[in-house]
């Protein structure tokens, strides 16, 4: 059951690249949530305030209760611009969690995770939960950057790749969802012959989601099977 709105404590800033920023946060009263949900924040700008934004949680329940967003800077956005303003000390309103991109159930399925940007958050999020719990669940994951230094999570990720036999990651750079999606599916062909029986995650924009869950339903995946979240 979601939380109502409750203030939150901004306990530190970190930028992760160039324009992605990373909030600490600590609720005033805990929150119970799954890796991959959201909370929405309630923001003191616009016409008519406040203007509500939903961001992702980055790293799974932590014993203080703390939470991790991460959210990349829009040109003219009044509410990444808002949040790129806060310091340590400072209090934001939200509630939550919600949303239903969750982990499927432990199964004998690979995970192939596939993401474009801050899309990637929430799937990072997951992939902590799953080491955390020792689970030896393949993945696989497409993550999609729009610029190399705007690859998130990069060196974990090789890191990962590298000591976790079971994680597999494969980055792209495309700076339009138009090119994201060209060469996702450029690279998707063998993966898909050799893991026919895989869980596809998708999270990004809608011209990134859509067009991939598309290529993937006519690869012979059914519509339902597809966990999608899409923002923007």
């Not at 979601?2 to 920023?21: F, G, H, K, Y």
């Not at 800077?73 to 509630?95: H, K, T």
């Not at 993550?143 to 190399?148: F, L, T």
């Amino acid at each position: 059951m979601a939380e109502p709105i409750q203030p939150a404590t901004v306990l530190s800033t970190t930028d992760l690249t160039p324009n992605v920023r990373q909030l600490v946060l600590l609720p005033q009263h805990k929150l119970d949530f799954s890796p991959g949900q959201w909370v929405s924040l309630k923001l003191p700008v616009g016409p008519h305030p406040p203007l509500t934004r939903a961001y992702s949680m980055a790293e799974p329940a932590s014993p203080a209760g703390t939470l991790t967003l991460v959210f990349d800077r829009v040109p003219q956005g009044l509410g990444s611009n808002y949040l790129y303003q806060l310091r340590v000390g400072d209090i934001v309103s939200l509630s939550g969690p919600y949303g239903k991109f969750l982990l499927p159930p432990r199964s004998d399925r690979a995970l192939l995770s596939i993401a474009r940007y801050t899309g990637l958050v929430p799937i990072h999020c997951m992939l902590k939960a799953l080491k955390a719990a020792d689970d030896p669940t393949p993945v696989f994951l497409i993550a999609v950057g729009p610029a190399e230094d705007e690859l998130l999570y990069h060196v974990e990720l090789l890191t990962l790749a590298i000591t976790c036999s079971s994680f597999h990651y494969f980055p792209l750079v495309a700076p339009t969802e138009e090119t994201a999606v060209a060469q996702v599916i450029d690279v998707l062909p063998p993966w898909l012959r050799s893991h026919h029986n895989a869980q596809p995650l998708l999270c990004g924009t809608k011209p990134f989601v859509q067009p991939l869950r598309q290529y993937l339903m006519e690869a012979g995946y059914e519509r339902k099977e597809i966990r999608v979240e899409v923002y923007g």
